[in-house]
């Protein structure tokens, strides 16, 4: 099992916003490098291949996939599962990313933040994570960008159990925190031999 978190990695350059002309000093996978750090974990943890932080970078920045702020999964996902022998989808039902996980795959959400009446459970802003697992109504999930304090403040303390590097999140919580997002979650599997 391989966990990466983006923090780790304020010098490697990340070239995303291209559109728009780059982010500025922000150009780095610290910043805008959690849906790379989400798609090599699942590469790794899922068909036990090896995709680097770097080789991921280039292939994002090859199909596209940094035009905007972070990174396009809708652009770099399937370009990712072709290449390592994955399937790729996505939804907005809770119940088929259980199906998912129940399967043996791997899920990618879109957290979309703060908004009235909620307070971002795992970004303020807009955020990947890799849901690993379901499990008596919460999910198991490595977060490419947690810290220890990340989850002990107000509107989300008590709302996540820790256990290094993972975190588990309740059903309807996690739900709430990708309902402002499409897809709010991507769906990985093996293809089957």
């Not at 798609?39 to 080789?55: A, D």
Request: charged content about 25%; overall charge negative.
């Amino acid at each position: 099992m391989i966990y990466i978190n983006q923090k780790k990695y304020p010098d490697m350059p990340y070239l995303h916003n291209a559109a728009a002309g780059g982010a500025g000093e922000n150009n780095n996978i610290a910043f805008g490098g959690c849906g790379l750090c989400c798609m090599c974990m699942v590469v790794e943890n899922m068909t036990f291949n090896h995709l680097s932080l770097e080789e991921c970078r280039d292939l994002s920045e090859a199909v596209k996939a940094n035009q905007e702020l972070g990174t396009d999964l809708k652009i770099l996902g399937p370009a990712v599962a072709e290449k390592y022998g994955m399937t790729y989808g996505e939804t907005d039902d809770i119940e088929e990313v259980k199906k998912c996980l129940a399967a043996g795959g791997q899920v990618v959400a879109n957290s979309g933040g703060d908004r009235e009446g909620w307070v971002g459970l795992l970004t303020h802003g807009g955020h990947y994570v890799t849901v690993m697992s379901y499990d008596k109504g919460e999910f198991c999930i490595l977060d490419p960008s947690w810290t220890p304090e990340k989850f002990h403040e107000e509107g989300r303390e008590g709302k996540v159990r820790e256990a290094y590097p993972f975190i588990y999140v309740k059903e309807a919580d996690l739900v709430k925190d990708c309902d402002n997002r499409f897809p709010p979650f991507y769906l990985f599997r093996r293809i089957s031999d």
